[in-house]
């Protein structure tokens, strides 16, 4: 063999008999870098976080916010129309009710709804379904008219408020796209509202979508051809149209709506709602309920048909082991209401003795002993009388009352609302063609015939704009936020913080100017 041919087989890196091994060198193929494309900006502005500055923020607490709850909660009562479809039905008596439904299986849905039955979608998403349903109602409470103003979230903040998919196994994305898959199923809950309030002349018949739910999930492009990571998911919600009727604050001024409202306490989003479903489940039904179950008086059958399915029920009446889990279950559930979200919880003497009750709840000298001690000190035998659980536990009453602070809140709103009633009653007008003028940062309502005639408002120059006169001024000119925030060249959640955060605080004079000319207060 020539020196160049040598060269060429033995010298050449490309030959396919060049070899060079050198053991214990060997090095670990270079693993590939995903190169990630920047996060999206300028993402739509979102509604601030719930809870941020306070523990206690108000809330939906309508007929619609209520069985829509229990709709969610109690799956397994779900009835079957003709054509295989659900449908839950909640009777308030009078002739009134409100059925609820499952729309799926439309085009813009994701395949998964698409793919599952009806009882499938609510027995997988049921307890975290009413979550986020109770959060929905909390941001459409604080809307002077929700069925006009849709509210933008965020999936990431959604997801600390919830406290949900908190599971180290799951990456960031697989918990925006779990929460962007909740809001999607909570969109699908549809409504027949019959309705009828005697008092107020109110005779409804509606079919609505409880919440309209868009979904909008950003994610980064993998270059290599890998699944794409979310990295925000944006959550658009237009309140249904019930809540003209059931969310009015005009409305109800006027006895031709309802505005029914609550206080809902940041522990109830602390509870964890796997290993504590129960007790997630009652704090969503007695905060939503207290408005219109003011004693707070319940049967625990009562309470627990509310939030529980029916055979759950049967069960432990016909079979004592399921009685005697449920019990306890209940007693668990009761001891986390009152330590953690603050529930006030009284036993009735008459029906709820002292034997019954848990061991919380009982003097220590008697929690102390053992339980056929025990028995034998309050029923002077060692057993447990036969079929308590139907005929002593489930009759048995106790008393519920939200925390004292959630009263407090409750207490004064109501007050401000009646202040301002009677403020607006003193200032009406009969004269509907006269201009309206606020002089002492009050709102003026004129006669109902005159509310298409443009109104001029009109502050002194040394009169200080807040943010709840902005509001008042706002609301009574028929203007939203977000027509305001583009005439000041601002933000809408700019012009929100203003009227909600510095309700008590005098906008700078710089901005004051430019509101008062957009609001003809000039």
Request: charged share 20%; proline share 5%; glycine share 4%.
């Amino acid at each position: 063999m020539s020196v160049k041919q040598d060269k060429i087989e033995y010298g050449n890196p490309q030959s396919l008999n060049y070899q060079l091994s050198i053991s214990g060198l060997e090095v670990p193929p270079t693993a590939k870098t995903n190169k990630r494309l920047r996060k999206p900006k300028n993402l739509p502005f979102t509604k601030p976080p719930l809870f941020t500055s306070k523990n206690y923020e108000m809330t939906a607490t309508g007929a619609p916010i209520v069985s829509a709850t229990q709709a969610y909660l109690k799956h397994p009562d779900w009835s079957e129309y003709s054509n295989g479809s659900l449908y839950f039905q909640k009777p308030f008596g009078k002739g009134r009710y409100i059925e609820f439904y499952i729309l799926h299986k439309q085009e813009h849905q994701p395949q998964y709804i698409l793919d599952r039955a009806e009882h499938q979608i609510l027995e997988q998403y049921g307890v975290m379904a009413a979550r986020l349903h109770a959060v929905f109602a909390t941001y459409a409470a604080g809307q002077a008219e929700p069925w006009k103003q849709p509210f933008v979230l965020r999936g990431s903040e959604l997801i600390k408020t919830l406290k949900i998919y908190k599971s180290k196994k799951l990456t960031k994305s697989q918990r925006l796209k779990a929460i962007a898959d909740l809001a999607v199923v909570v969109g699908t809950l549809g409504a027949v509202i019959h309705w009828y309030e005697g008092e107020l002349n109110l005779c409804i018949k509606e079919r609505c979508l409880l919440w309209m739910v868009s979904v909008q999930e950003y994610s980064q492009p993998n270059l290599f051809g890998e699944d794409d990571d979310l990295c925000e998911v944006i959550i658009r919600v237009q309140p249904g149209l019930w809540t003209y009727n059931f969310l009015n604050s005009q409305g109800e001024q006027s006895k031709t709506a309802l505005y029914q409202y609550g206080f809902i306490p940041k522990q109830v989003f602390d509870l964890d709602p796997h290993q504590q479903k129960l007790a997630t489940s009652l704090a969503l039904y007695i905060i939503q309920n207290s408005r219109a179950h003011k004693n707070g008086v319940y049967t625990v059958h009562s309470l627990l048909s509310n939030v529980l399915p029916s055979y759950q029920i049967e069960q432990a009446i016909n079979d004592y082991r399921y009685g005697w889990r449920l019990k306890e279950n209940l007693e668990e559930a009761l001891l986390i209401l009152k330590d953690k979200v603050g529930i006030k919880i009284d036993f009735d003497d008459k029906t709820y003795p002292l034997w019954l009750r848990p061991l919380w709840a009982m003097p220590d000298e008697l929690s102390n002993l053992s339980a056929k001690e025990r028995n034998q000190e309050l029923l002077g035998t060692k057993r447990l009388p036969d079929n308590y659980i139907q005929n002593v536990l489930l009759p048995a009453k106790l008393i519920l009352k939200v925390s004292v602070q959630s009263q407090n809140h409750l207490s004064k709103f109501e007050t401000q609302k009646q202040q301002t009633a009677q403020e607006i009653s003193q200032h009406e007008t009969k004269n509907h063609n006269a201009h309206t003028i606020v002089s002492t940062y009050k709102i003026v309502k004129t006669h109902s015939q005159a509310q298409a005639t443009p109104q001029i408002f009109e502050l002194s120059q040394t009169s200080e704009l807040t943010g709840a006169i902005l509001r008042q001024i706002r609301t009574a000119k028929r203007i939203s936020q977000r027509e305001i925030a583009r005439a000041v060249g601002m933000s809408q959640s700019w012009v929100r913080d203003i009227e909600t955060e510095g309700s008590d605080k005098v906008v700078a004079e710089k901005y004051a100017v430019k509101l008062k000319e957009v609001l003809g207060l000039v």
